[in-house]
């Protein structure tokens, strides 16, 4: 891997993304505005609006990056830009870590944006420290990022690349623990929660929801999840092709 390539690689990305209200408007506003809904919504019940609220924090940063990062990917995949790019000096690992670092970038700003309007705006009430909640979101994002960029080899269309999304994001919504414990579920629906990301995601902020200080769960979850974001940028690489077949 080379730094200036890495650089030019996520500055070009970042241009792109500042020409396009549109994509800054669903990484930036649209978490803000449904966890402000979120909250009138739990209005007359603090305690549950603090427990979503916060496990929201993790899930919307990996959905919105998963989203944009497949499309914008896709675009370029199919345009042919992908493939003239890698019959230049650039390497694979030079590109899956441009793409991280400049969607990185927006999920710091997305991160920080819906973490502060949360609980400063919106008053939720979380024992441990802000800037753990902000690393999950952090993490979140770049593993969203990273199965964005897997997923978009397999889809030959924005529609279909979109379509990944009911097989890839919502199962780990419904198994993740946001709606019952893990393990009230089905032993079956149990396993396949213990082996998703996003169950780990959702764990880490209700470590920091209960307690003042760190723990170990806390770790534990924070490295799985950057473990699983650190695969999947690999398999991302694995599947860029310097000629289209």
């Known amino acids: 891997m080379n730094a200036a390539r890495t650089l030019a690689t996520a500055h070009r990305v970042l241009r792109q993304l500042r020409h396009d209200p549109r994509t800054i408007a669903l990484l930036i506003l649209v978490p803000v505005l449904l966890l402000v809904i979120l909250f009138y919504v739990f209005d007359a019940d603090r305690a549950a609006f603090d427990r979503i609220g916060s496990s929201l924090l993790g899930i919307f940063p990996m959905v919105t990056m998963f989203l944009v990062t497949s499309i914008a990917t896709l675009r370029e995949r199919t345009s042919g830009t992908l493939e003239r790019l890698l019959t ?93 414990p893990r393990d009230t579920m089905q032993p079956v629906l149990e396993y396949a929660s213990n082996v998703l990301p996003m169950s780990y995601s959702v764990d880490g902020m209700e470590q920091v929801l209960r307690h003042t200080d760190l723990t170990g769960d806390y770790w534990r979850d924070i490295v799985i999840v950057a473990a699983y974001a650190i695969g999947l940028l690999g398999l991302g690489a694995a599947t860029l092709r310097r000629r289209t077949a």
């Open 88 to 180: 230049m000096p650039l390497g694979k690992g030079d590109l899956i870590a441009g793409y991280a670092l400049a969607f990185g970038a927006f999920a710091v700003v997305q991160a920080g944006v819906a973490t502060g309007v949360a609980l400063w705006f919106l008053d939720l009430d979380v024992a441990g420290s802000p800037w753990f909640l902000l690393l999950v979101a952090l993490l979140n994002a770049l593993l969203g990022t990273a199965l964005g960029l897997f997923v978009s080899a397999f889809a030959a269309s924005e529609f279909q690349a979109v379509q990944f999304m009911p097989a890839m994001i919502f199962p780990q919504i419904l198994l993740c623990g946001l709606f019952a």
